[in-house]
């Protein structure tokens, strides 16, 4: 009993805490827009003051019609009173209509303003996320929290706007007048009003799991729809349609009596909330009508009374559906702003300085390296590995697979921090830079070709400020790809589709190669660089790319040894560390593992 006690009010602090940190992001962007929402803060008070002064008009016309019943008022002091309170009421109207279509503008304008902020501020934070971040992520469970956390913030900006702000409003309003008028009508108010609140807010948070649940379930299945339709090929090469469908229903299904119980939830507490209005508004009206017998209350104060009771009950039966939508927005947003609190593993110093290369040496001083997980432990990849790379040099890497040529180029191009050791470019250590000087002194032709769903150009001239089509095809030639592209339905204008899907393995990866033409860094990558390419062309492109390695510092990681022969150096890796280097001859003299490699393939391939 106690535990269960001590673990509501522990998730309840925790709730007020994360609502807080919400609140806190939130407030960051409405002050970049300080004066629009102060502004859609003013159309909201004139209007709520206009609706408040609505029901002191009816109240007022009342009192001059008894008046003139009762002989106490003229007929034309009362047509003159009456039409005095007729413009009155005319003129609350137009300010009610004019502060509601300025407020709705201006919180149009907010909302969007934000959305897009957010948006872009949590692409932007994702992105520059570490790629250990990325390797692990699920795309379609982010791309869903995504979606939901931008929505979330609408509904959140919206319901305070047109709920909570003129609910407390009119909440101040009534709850003066009704003392004024008879204060146990007051004291009834505030017991009504905190007995709704706090059975609405202690009801959230325990439908706060079944919200999260859901949403796991919702991610889950999208995570499983998306990765399906992405590997279609796949599916369609194992027969498996029937499997990833059945296994996506199976999942959807979870998710459809996990929601259903959530909204029946929600509709027990809608149900116990009507009843708390109605127990409250019974009693207030039992009240009045007391005083209007007595005599303590005139018909005009009981008029007056029940239009402001009709105007608070009518925000509260809007506050429930509001408050369970700020509810799952609350949800949502703990997911969304959860990736503005990941922390960056990788970043640049306050005193790094841009990468500067004149020649293009690099050195690998007894580096160590493992991918760790959570709790930081994983096996080691590299262990004390040093080895250099002269200016303008090409260096190849071989050995067996996962024995880390990769991991090298990862740790080069630093997604990675070494555990141990440094590596240098030209004399400066790669982690004291700043990582987009570092990247753009670094051209690659990646083992696997990665596309946009844009044009065989877009692609091409990816990473470059502007397409210059000239440029585009002046790097298509030099690749000697030129006359594949033309030969496309479209060209250069071919939408190659996502991922490249058009597109063969052979063409995607002649694009790639037309890239690094196109980047022009002093030093140059390429990781199996012609794997997907038959034997005729990937002799052409060999030849192309002997012109574009002339003068550049070149790493190359091949499992076809015939590419790499004519190499000026050759790092075999094996177990962690560097087992043999030295010249394609020299290593065929000297036998070790790259003879046996040789003769095992013959010129073939490594499995």
């Known amino acids: 009993m106690r535990e269960g006690i001590f673990d509501s009010i522990t998730n309840t602090m925790k709730s007020f805490t994360q609502l807080q940190s919400h609140l806190q992001k939130i407030f960051v962007y409405l002050k970049r827009y300080k004066k629009v929402a102060i502004l859609a ?13 609505e029901p002191y008009i009816y109240k007022e016309i009342i009192e001059v019609f008894e008046r003139f019943y009762n002989g106490v008022m003229t007929r034309d002091e009362t047509i003159r009173r009456s039409i005095v309170l007729v413009l009155g009421f005319i003129s609350a109207q137009g300010v009610v209509i004019v502060a509601n279509t300025l407020m709705l503008r201006t919180v149009n304008k907010l909302d969007a303003s934000i959305m897009r902020d957010a948006a872009n501020d949590f692409v932007a934070k994702v992105l520059n996320l570490s790629f250990r971040f990325h390797s692990d992520r699920k795309t379609g469970k982010m791309a869903k929290e995504f979606a939901r ?13 047109f709920n909570l702000l003129p609910l407390t409003i009119r909440l101040s309003v009534i709850f003066v007048v009704f003392f004024v008028v008879d204060w146990p009508l007051a004291l009834v108010l505030f017991v009504m009003v905190a007995t709704f609140y706090s059975f609405t807010i202690v009801s959230s948070i325990y439908m706060q799991k079944r919200r999260m649940k859901a949403n796991k379930l919702d991610d889950e299945s999208s995570h499983k729809a998306m990765d399906a339709l992405m590997n279609a090929e796949v599916v369609k090469y194992f027969q498996q349609e029937h499997d990833e469908i059945q296994s996506f229903k199976k999942v959807r299904q979870e998710w459809k009596k996990t929601k259903q119980n959530e909204w ?7 149900s116990a909330l009507i009843g708390i209005n109605i127990i409250s508004v019974t009693t207030i009206l039992s009240i009045v009508i007391l005083r209007l017998l007595s005599g303590d209350l005139g018909l005009s104060d009981f008029v007056m009374v029940i239009t402001y009771l009709t105007l608070m009950v009518g925000l509260l039966w809007d506050f429930q559906h509001f408050f369970r939508e700020i509810h799952e927005a609350f949800t949502d947003l703990t997911a969304f702003f959860h990736y503005y609190d990941q922390e960056n593993e990788i970043k640049d110093d306050v005193s790094s300085e841009s990468l500067n290369v004149e020649k293009g040496e690099i050195r690998f001083e007894h580096v160590t390296f493992g991918y760790n997980d959570e709790n930081k432990k994983g096996k080691t990849v590299l262990r004390d590995v040093s080895f250099t790379v002269p200016a303008g040099a090409s260096v190849a890497f071989v050995g067996p697979s996962g024995v880390g040529k990769s991991t090298i180029i990862k740790l080069l191009y630093r997604f990675y921090d070494p555990r141990q050791g440094r590596i240098l470019i030209d004399g400066q250590d790669v982690s004291q830079v700043k990582q987009q000087s570092l990247r753009e002194a670094l051209g690659i032709v990646p083992q696997e070709t990665a596309l946009f769903n844009d044009t065989v150009a877009y692609n091409i001239a990816y990473g470059q400020k502007t397409v210059d089509m000239d440029a585009v095809r002046e790097a298509a030639q030099l690749a000697h790809v030129d006359q594949f592209i033309s030969r496309l339905p479209q060209g250069y204008e071919t939408i190659v589709g996502e991922r490249g899907v058009k597109l063969s393995g052979g063409e995607k990866q002649r694009i790639s190669i037309v890239r690094a033409f196109m980047r022009d860094a002093p030093i140059l990558i390429l990781d199996e660089a012609t794997s997907s390419l038959d034997s005729a062309a990937e002799h052409e492109i060999q030849v192309a790319l002997q012109g574009l390695m002339k003068g550049r510092t070149t790493l190359i990681i091949a499992h076809r040894l015939s590419t790499i022969m004519n190499a000026d150096l050759i790092i075999v890796l094996n177990d962690g560390g560097i087992e043999q280097q030295g010249t394609h001859d020299e290593l065929l003299k000297h036998g070790g593992l790259y003879n046996k490699l040789w003769e095992l393939q013959a010129g073939g391939y490594i499995e």
Do not use: P, Q
């Open 41 to 53: 803060m003013v159309f909201v008070v004139l209007k709520e003051g206009a609706v408040l002064f």
């Open 149 to 161: 956390g931008v929505n979330a913030i609408e509904i959140f900006l919206d319901a305070t706007t």
């Open 264 to 270: 029946d939830g929600w509709t027990w507490i809608s």
